[in-house]
């Protein structure tokens, strides 16, 4: 059976290969068999490969959207301590609705949505508070929670110096590494990641209805006894029935599992470090075209991490996101509208099982809106 192929230029879930669709037709199953033990088991365990050791490390899976790891990671490990939540963007500024829902003693670190994150006044943050903490007994920082590639503009944090900090004043880092695990190499060890969330429809290139997390086993044991704020997404408790039996407490998308297992043994086959390159290929078509086209960016390309571009809408008798979005939607590509207050955007992702030439193709059909309209 041919399946029409859509070049998915939203920031996911992303476009995926035949072969990921088609796993998910299998026989019915029912998830509590060992058979399908075997299914989670492998994806556990491959997906915490990807970024560390099945030794040190561990992937708890849960069924829902990407927001459900990250809510299930705040609402599980931070205990009385205060977690300085960096919000340099949407999904920033979400994980900041979570801790306050939840109650957490939280400091939001605002930063420029287009710019780098200012590293030295980030840790004269903590630096004040745990001092100001000593003399006056408020909950020191245990936490930082930070978006690795933040989708809202692309521009890629830098979790490496971040962690760097981290280790300094023994906290704990958080990273949703949602639109860029599997895109672009992340080793939690060197980079000092403790929690990580990601989802099953971004650069993994599964389908969307797997949410989880990886975290390090050392930490999961310190969190043993803090009082569950919720039932469904604990990761104690999740992590603890899964090691027993390989089985998620409550019932699994089956058929989502099947195509994930799918997608990590293409990921593996191609691996991360090649994955990158391609999705780097495809961005810089990309920025050429729009070079070509006079569209401006906004973030700078020593910032981007090339799996995200949100382009500033151009001010041109004519132009209407709406027309441009039908006129390339009816040609097969979608593209997304852009998430910054600042300015107009628009939003072209090149994540997913797309090739240079399909952004050739997106150029192409880019150029002739263009000139369609003057
Ligand atoms: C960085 C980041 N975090 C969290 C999310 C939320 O994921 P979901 O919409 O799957 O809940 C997204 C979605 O695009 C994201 O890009």
Not at 80 to 94: D, H, L, P, Q
Request: charged share 25%.
């Amino acid at each position: 059976m041919d399946i029409k192929r859509n070049i998915l230029l939203n920031p996911g879930p992303a476009t995926t290969s035949d072969t990921v669709k088609f796993a998910q037709v299998v026989p019915d199953i029912c998830p509590r068999e060992k058979e399908f033990g075997d299914v989670m088991e492998f994806v556990s365990k491959e997906l915490t490969n990807f970024v560390g050791s099945n030794d040190k490390y561990t992937t708890i899976l849960f069924g829902g959207s990407g927001t459900a790891s990250v809510e299930a990671i705040l609402s599980s490990v931070v205990d009385a301590g205060t977690i300085v939540i960096i919000n340099n963007g949407a999904y920033g500024k979400r994980m900041c609705e979570i801790a306050e829902i939840y109650n957490l003693n939280y400091i939001e670190y605002k930063s420029s949505p287009i710019e780098e994150i200012n590293l030295s006044e980030l840790e004269e943050i903590i630096k004040e508070h745990n001092s100001e903490c000593i003399k006056t007994n408020k909950p020191m920082i245990t936490h930082v929670a930070v978006i690795h590639h933040e989708t809202t503009t692309g521009i890629l944090n830098d979790i490496k110096s971040i962690g760097k900090i981290c280790e300094k004043y023994k906290i704990d880092m958080i990273v949703d590494a949602m639109s860029s695990f599997a895109g672009i190499p992340i080793n939690m060890e060197e980079m000092n990641i403790k929690y990580l969330a990601s989802s099953s429809n971004k650069c993994i290139q599964g389908m969307a209805g797997v949410s989880f997390v990886i975290a390090n086993k050392k930490s999961l044991e310190k969190i043993k006894n803090i009082k569950p704020r919720n039932l469904y997404l604990n990761i104690y408790k999740q992590y603890s029935y899964f090691k027993e039996n390989y089985q998620m407490r409550f019932t699994p998308p089956v058929q989502i599992l099947y195509a994930l297992k799918q997608a990590i043994i293409e990921a593996k086959e191609e691996t991360i470090e090649n994955r990158y390159e391609r999705y780097k290929e495809c961005c810089k078509i990309l920025w050429e075209g729009l070079n070509k086209l006079n569209l401006k960016k906004i973030v700078n390309e020593k910032a981007s991490s090339m799996l995200l571009t949100s382009i500033v809408e151009p001010q041109i008798k004519g132009y209407c996101f709406d027309d441009l979005h039908d006129y390339l939607y009816n040609k097969g590509f979608t593209i997304y509208p852009g998430k910054v207050s600042s300015e107009n955007t628009f939003r072209v992702a090149n994540i997913g099982q797309i090739y240079p030439e399909n952004m050739n193709k997106f150029i192409e059909i880019l150029e002739e809106y263009f000139t369609s309209i003057v």
